[in-house]
């Protein structure tokens, strides 16, 4: 019995047995009967994931819940990051000029994601995604749907680039690439934009800005449009109806203003905006989020996420940014 103990044990700890968890048995059923997979060849893939325990913990503490936004906002808004993100530009001027003609998305938005997700591809992540995928999907209940379908657009699309779904690398959530896809993003809106035949999101810069491009203009960018307005006057009691209203844009600005709500800029009274808090270290600090400061949050949901992509971005385009460099 000690014997048999100590082996599941050090199974366990290895990671090398295969007990299957409760609903992979009907994913391989589906990704048979559905795309045509081959049964005998996807268990060897999913028996090689490994459950990791370091990613359940992680999934349950993002930054963005963690910090305010003082200390969010120093993470990614530093003079290193600026000035790596101005020679990003620099070096890729011709294939971001030419996503902006085609996309209308500006040079120092897409940057700035690049910038923000993964330092301009310092740091793409070094978690196989096969095992942040299948550890999210079978044993993650709270979001196991969404990254069941996750899993299965990743088998999809390394099936369809010809790609081993061991080898890929990416965050602890399944993101990939320079502009951290998930995969059914990189499905949905990755593109070929220099031409060679493949969508290479994880080493090609040109594809990578192509990508993103087109994820933002396929989620409602507006080209030349503002992205967001300091708001001042806000009383948290008074204007409680529009702090509580979420991210999307429905109040026009005219309103906002009846309301007691300034800002500066001379700006189309009847463009809608979103009332948004973010919370420092001295109390809160509000903004109006407009159409493109809400599309931005397609990409991530955290409006000081949105926050830190739109003030880089200005910063790299050498415009105000209300932000104090360091590092």
């Given at each position: 019995?000690r014997?048999?103990?100590?082996?599941?044990?050090?199974?366990?700890l290895?990671?090398?047995?295969w007990?299957?968890?409760?609903?992979?048995?009907a994913?391989?059923e589906?990704m048979v009967?559905?795309?045509?997979?081959?049964?005998?060849?996807?268990?060897?893939?999913?028996s090689?994931?490994r459950?990791r325990?370091?990613i359940?913990e992680?999934?349950?503490?993002?930054a963005?819940k963690?910090l305010?936004w003082?200390?969010?906002?120093k993470?990614f808004?530093t003079?290193?990051?600026i000035?790596?993100?101005?020679r990003?530009v620099?070096r890729?001027?011709?294939?971001l000029e030419r996503?902006e003609?085609?996309y209308?998305?500006?040079?120092e938005?897409?940057?700035?994601?690049?910038g923000?997700e993964?330092?301009?591809?310092r740091?793409?992540g070094?978690?196989?995604?096969l095992?942040?995928?299948?550890t999210l999907a079978?044993?993650?209940?709270?979001?196991?749907?969404?990254?069941?379908d996750?899993?299965?657009?990743?088998?999809?699309?390394?099936?369809?680039?010809?790609?081993?779904p061991?080898?890929?690398?990416g965050?602890?959530?399944g993101?990939?690439?320079l502009?951290?896809?998930?995969?059914?993003?990189?499905?949905?809106?990755?593109?070929?934009?220099?031409?060679?035949?493949k969508?290479d999101?994880w080493?090609n810069?040109?594809?990578?800005?192509g990508?993103?491009?087109?994820?933002?203009a396929?989620?409602?960018?507006k080209r030349d449009?503002p992205?967001?307005l300091?708001?001042?006057?806000?009383?948290?009691e008074?204007?409680?109806?529009?702090?509580q209203a979420?991210?999307?844009?429905?109040f026009?600005?005219e309103?906002?203003q009846?309301?007691?709500?300034e800002f500066?800029?001379?700006i189309n009274?009847r463009?809608?905006?979103?009332?948004?808090a973010?919370?420092?270290?001295?109390?809160?600090?509000?903004?109006?989020?407009?159409?493109?400061?809400?599309?931005?949050?397609?990409?991530?949901?955290s409006?000081?996420?949105?926050?830190?992509v739109?003030?880089?971005?200005?910063?790299i385009?050498?415009?105000?940014?209300d932000?104090a460099?360091?590092?």
């Amino acid at each position: 019995m000690r014997l048999h103990a100590a082996l599941v044990l050090l199974a366990f700890l290895c990671g090398a047995a295969w007990a299957r968890p409760a609903g992979v048995e009907a994913f391989i059923e589906r990704m048979v009967r559905e795309h045509g997979f081959e049964r005998k060849a996807l268990e060897a893939v999913l028996s090689d994931a490994r459950v990791r325990q370091d990613i359940l913990e992680k999934i349950r503490r993002p930054a963005e819940k963690r910090l305010t936004w003082t200390r969010y906002r120093k993470i990614f808004l530093t003079d290193e990051r600026i000035r790596e993100g101005r020679r990003f530009v620099e070096r890729n001027r011709p294939a971001l000029e030419r996503a902006e003609a085609q996309y209308g998305v500006p040079p120092e938005i897409v940057a700035a994601i690049i910038g923000v997700e993964t330092f301009y591809g310092r740091i793409t992540g070094r978690d196989r995604v096969l095992d942040a995928l299948y550890t999210l999907a079978f044993h993650y209940p709270k979001r196991s749907r969404f990254f069941t379908d996750e899993l299965e657009k990743f088998l999809l699309l390394a099936r369809e680039e010809g790609l081993d779904p061991r080898r890929p690398l990416g965050s602890y959530a399944g993101a990939m690439g320079l502009g951290q896809f998930m995969p059914s993003s990189y499905l949905a809106y990755a593109v070929d934009f220099d031409g060679d035949g493949k969508r290479d999101i994880w080493k090609n810069e040109i594809d990578a800005i192509g990508s993103v491009a087109n994820y933002f203009a396929r989620h409602g960018w507006k080209r030349d449009f503002p992205v967001a307005l300091r708001a001042r006057g806000v009383d948290p009691e008074r204007h409680a109806a529009f702090l509580q209203a979420g991210l999307k844009p429905t109040f026009t600005l005219e309103k906002l203003q009846a309301a007691g709500i300034e800002f500066d800029g001379d700006i189309n009274p009847r463009l809608q905006a979103a009332l948004i808090a973010l919370k420092t270290d001295q109390g809160a600090e509000y903004w109006l989020g407009l159409n493109n400061f809400y599309v931005i949050t397609r990409y991530n949901r955290s409006p000081m996420y949105a926050m830190a992509v739109y003030q880089l971005a200005r910063a790299i385009a050498g415009k105000e940014a209300d932000h104090a460099p360091s590092g």
